[in-house]
Antibody, heavy 123, light 106 residues
């Protein structure tokens, strides 16, 4: 079955850029019927949608992070990535990659998640 | 952004109880509402999508209802494995937003 796995550094210094990768296994990222998404969750808090990418490369970002976020896809590696610049302590969180799918092409939801990776921002 | 407000933020219940969690959207979102369950240290798992459609493999004791701005998640008879945090999420428009969560405790 399809699985998602995040990878990247667990510790980032303030002002640096975070780079995370999500590897999709058991299926093709280019199937064309899914959005590939990043979501984060600070410890003990709620979930924040960061943004998403379609297989074509089309992206949508959360306006609150838009100036700092880039999401890209590498279909040859079956991966998609998150870059978040100018990191601060407020960006410390568990970062999840997720797949957004739809059964009927109208109602979309996150049907598959990675296990998440903790990113701490500290000098 | 569409604000999503859940209540209560925490809830104590017992095995066998019937439990209802509510979610209110800051504007009408039709039926573009999903519910997720998150256990400690794990990724969220979808329970209900499109306000009332049960995700494949999810026990039938979970149900969802509502449309417009007011939604509910009901667990008809709590089981030990249901003690977790529950989130609602709107998929009406980007940026997608989540409720703050309801922690269901014994």
């Amino acid at each position: 079955q399809v699985q998602l796995q995040e990878s990247g550094p667990g510790l980032v210094k303030p002002s640096q850029t975070l780079s995370l990768t999500c590897t999709v296994s058991g299926g093709s990222i280019s199937s064309g019927i899914y959005y590939w998404t990043w979501i984060r969750q600070p410890a003990g808090k709620g979930l924040e949608w960061i943004g998403r990418i379609y297989a074509t490369g089309s992206t949508n970002y959360n306006p609150s992070l838009k100036s700092r976020v880039t999401i890209s896809v590498d279909a040859s590696k079956n991966q998609f990535s998150l870059n978040l610049s100018s990191m601060t302590a407020a960006d410390t969180a568990v970062y999840y990659c997720a797949r957004e799918g739809s059964i009927v092409g109208t109602y979309w939801y996150f049907d598959l998640w990675g296990r998440g990776t903790l990113v701490t921002v500290s000098s | 952004d569409i604000q999503m407000t859940q209540s209560p933020s925490s809830l104590s219940a017992s095995v066998g109880d019937r439990v209802t969690i509510t979610c209110r959207a800051g504007q009408t979102i039709s039926s573009y509402l999903n519910w997720y369950q998150q256990k400690l240290g794990k990724a969220p798992k979808v329970l209900i999508y499109a306000a009332s459609t049960l995700q494949s493999g999810v026990p039938s004791r979970f149900s969802g209802s509502g449309s417009g701005t007011d939604f509910t998640l009901t667990i008809s008879s709590l089981q030990p494995e249901d003690f977790a945090t529950y989130f609602c999420q709107q998929s009406y428009s980007a940026p997608y937003t989540f409720g703050q969560g309801t922690k269901l405790e014994i």
